[in-house]
């Protein structure tokens, strides 16, 4: 069974400065995908970043990237030039890719929620 | 574009009754899931619709309930409400099967 793992409850940065938040996964599979999902307090879950499994390089998408680690089944997220704005929990998800995607489903951690200070 | 809705946003309902949420997917999409959400057990999947079939079932019991029409919205159903129903019921929508899940606002239920 696919498992997610977030170990930071909550974390604290100083706005404009970077953080890093930790996902580790664990799944038998060799063909998987993992998201990072921002939820502010207003509840919508806002996609960040994907990973593939198979994707040699690591995702960027403006301020965010991710690092993997295949080998060591991690997918931390990393923020640059942290805002006041970016104050909200963060889920990790993972979800398997089987062929047709006719089981699509994402499970996810249980969150890291982030707070910038000015 | 639109993204995906959800009605109502805010529910109060007594336990024993039923309660029917209802999801607009981004146009074009054609699957919605649904996942709740409760501070205990995080997120948790319910089901996935794609084109009117139900293709995945999470680990809840059958007072849970779902279908998707032929305009790709969906309702989710919940029968016989339990205090620990109470929860963000979140729907997302995709367009092809390997792409990301766009998420809506989610409903907010509270079963007193």
């Known amino acids: 069974a696919q498992k997610i793992t977030q170990t930071q409850p909550g974390m604290f940065v100083q706005e404009k400065e970077a953080v890093t938040l930790d996902c580790t996964y664990d799944t038998s599979d060799q063909s998987y995908g993992l998201f990072w999902y921002k939820q502010p307090s207003s509840g919508e879950m806002i996609f960040l970043i994907y990973q593939g499994s198979y994707d040699e390089q690591n995702a960027t998408e403006g301020r965010y990237s991710l690092n993997f680690q295949k080998a060591r089944k991690s997918a931390n997220l990393v923020i640059s030039a942290s805002q006041l704005g970016d104050s909200a929990m963060y889920f990790c998800?993972?979800?398997?890719?089987?062929?047709?995607?006719?089981?699509?489903?994402?499970?996810f951690g249980k969150g890291t929620l982030l707070t910038v200070n000015p | 574009k639109a993204g995906v809705t959800q009605t109502p946003r805010y529910l109060i309902k007594t336990r024993g009754q039923q309660v029917t949420l209802s999801c607009s997917p981004i146009s074009g999409h054609r699957s919605v899931s649904w996942y709740q959400q409760t501070p205990g057990q995080g997120l948790q999947f319910l089901f996935e619709y794609f084109s009117e079939t139900q293709r995945n079932k999470g680990n809840f019991p059958g007072r849970f309930s779902g279908r998707q029409f032929s305009n790709s919205r969906s309702e989710m159903n919940v029968s016989t409400l339990e205090l620990g129903d109470s929860a963000l019921y979140l729907c997302a929508s995709r367009f092809r099967d390997h792409d990301e899940q766009y998420f809506g606002p989610g409903t907010r239920l509270t079963v007193t």
């Open positions: 998800a993972m979800r398997e890719l089987h062929s047709g995607g006719s089981n699509y489903k994402l499970t």
